[in-house]
């Protein structure tokens, strides 16, 4: 398994500005993702963090909008830019070990844009 | 069509009775497929996986339709804490994404 910390688990911010979510994972894992869920909805994937390379984006979100950093196998941020009330939903970090395809996830980000 | 569809919910059902939801995917070439559970404001977790043959964990059984494209997961015995929303999901090849159903909701009521 893998235990997963995200931070902050939730922020209130002014629209257009930006926040930095962090995700560390309490061992090497080899893939780590980026998902979106808005009330009441399902998991959207936002992105694949890649260990030293660009991050893989999922049709309809850019790096421009959501830079993703992935220095090493452990921990990865994602950035929401240039927030706007559309950007309030919850943001989570997941991973999967390699062992198996479970995934696990971080406690999750609420993000409030006003 | 949605790659991963669920029964529409709330479903409400009464402390004990049996609940079954379904799940129907669209490529056909799909590889695994699994059942989380998600509690209100917290994350996903994984229930069970779901093997060709069935599989059962408990009061939870799982099932697998290759033929007709469809998943189905049985709660015997419901209790107050199996509220929750229940989430299928399929990993279409070996690339480790996963595609999530929109979940179900589940109200266990006393």
């Known amino acids: 398994s893998a235990v997963i910390s995200q931070k902050p688990s939730r922020d209130i911010c002014q629209r257009g500005t930006s926040l930095t979510i962090q995700c560390q994972v309490d061992?090497?894992?080899?893939?780590m993702f980026w998902y979106r869920q808005q009330p009441g909805q399902s998991l959207t994937l936002i992105a694949t963090?890649?260990?030293?390379?660009?991050?893989?984006?999922e049709s309809g979100f850019v790096i421009d909008k959501f830079p993703i950093s992935r220095p090493n196998l452990t921990f990865s941020t994602l950035t929401v830019s240039n927030m706007s009330p559309e950007d309030s939903s919850i943001y989570l970090c997941?991973?999967?070990?390699?062992?198996?395809?479970?995934?696990?996830f971080g406690q999750g980000t609420r993000l409030t844009v006003v | 069509r949605k790659e991963v569809e669920q029964d529409p919910g709330p479903f409400n059902v009464p402390e004990g009775a049996t609940v079954a939801f379904n799940c129907t995917y669209s490529?056909?070439?799909?590889?695994?497929f699994f059942w989380y559970r998600q509690d209100c404001r917290k994350e996903p977790k994984l229930l069970m996986s779901?093997?060709?043959?069935?599989n059962e964990d408990g009061r939870f059984t799982a099932q697998l339709n290759r033929a007709s494209q469809y998943i189905s997961l049985l709660i015997r015995d419901s209790k107050l804490s199996d509220s929750a929303t229940y989430l299928c999901?399929?990993?279409?090849?070996?690339?480790?994404?996963?595609?999530w159903g929109a979940g179900t909701k589940l109200i266990i009521k006393p």
């Open positions: 997941s991973v999967e070990t390699g062992l198996s395809t479970e995934a696990f």
């Open positions: 061992s090497q894992v080899t893939m």
């Open positions: 963090a890649n260990q030293g390379s660009e991050a893989t984006y």
């Open positions: 490529n056909s070439a799909s590889q695994s």
């Open positions: 779901v093997y060709s043959s069935g």
């Open positions: 999901v399929v990993n279409p090849d070996s690339n480790y994404q996963l595609i």
